[in-house]
Structures are given as C-alpha cells and as structure tokens.
C-alpha cells in the first residue's frame, strides 16, 4: 500500500505564490508519473500538471507560464510551485502518483490541501 502526504496549501493574495509539496510512502517499488490535480467547487476534478519518472511534463494551459512541477524521484516527492496565483486557482490540490508496489500496479490520491486565492 502507498501512501501519499501532501503540505503547502494555504490562503495567499492574488499575485502571491505558494509551493505545495507531496511526499509518497510504504510498499513502494517503482514510480511511473506523479502529479496534481485540482478541484474547485461545483466543479469537476482536473489536471493541472504532471511529470514522468523521465522528467517530461504536460501542464493545464491555464497554469502554463506560473506553474511548475518538479520531482525528487530518490525521495519519492513531488512539488508545484505556484506563482502569479489568480482567484480562479482556488481549489482543493490533490497529489497522484502512479507506479509499481511491491504487490502490484497502484494509483494513488493524496487527502488534498486547499489553495484560496483572494483577489
């Protein structure tokens, strides 16, 4: 079983940054692609960007140019430095990480941190 633990949300003003970082755990073998996914409400779950254990990533095009997504892949972490945060950012930030276990394929969703912009 993994586990994923996420931090870094909070409440920051428009034009603000903020940093979220997720840290992944347990029966671990191999990570495919990690990422962060986001929801605001009344709306749909949505990708917002992600990064392959190669290092290639795809962005939202609505975060493309303030968002970055970078790994630690000896230490099974993910990070989104988010800049230039707009009022519409404001979401619940779930972490995913896809990859092997020991026992099997798995696809894992953090608790979800919460981002609130104000404008």
């Known amino acids: 079983q993994v586990q994923l633990v996420e931090s870094g949300g909070g409440l920051v003003q428009a034009g603000g940054s903020l940093r979220l970082s997720c840290a992944a755990s347990g029966r671990l073998f191999s990570i495919n692609a990690m990422g962060w996914y986001r929801q605001a409400p009344g709306k749909q779950r949505e990708l917002v960007a992600t990064?392959?254990?190669?290092?290639?990533?795809n962005y939202a095009d609505s975060v493309k140019g303030r968002f970055t997504i970078s790994s630690e892949n000896a230490k099974n972490k993910v990070h989104l430095q988010m800049n230039s945060l707009k009022p519409e950012d404001t979401a619940v930030y779930y972490c995913?990480?896809?990859?092997?276990?020991?026992?099997?394929?798995?696809?894992?969703w953090g608790q979800g941190t919460q981002v609130t912009v104000s404008s």
């Open positions: 990064i392959t254990s190669g290092g290639s990533t």
């Open positions: 995913n990480v896809q990859g092997w276990s020991t026992l099997n394929l798995f696809d894992s």
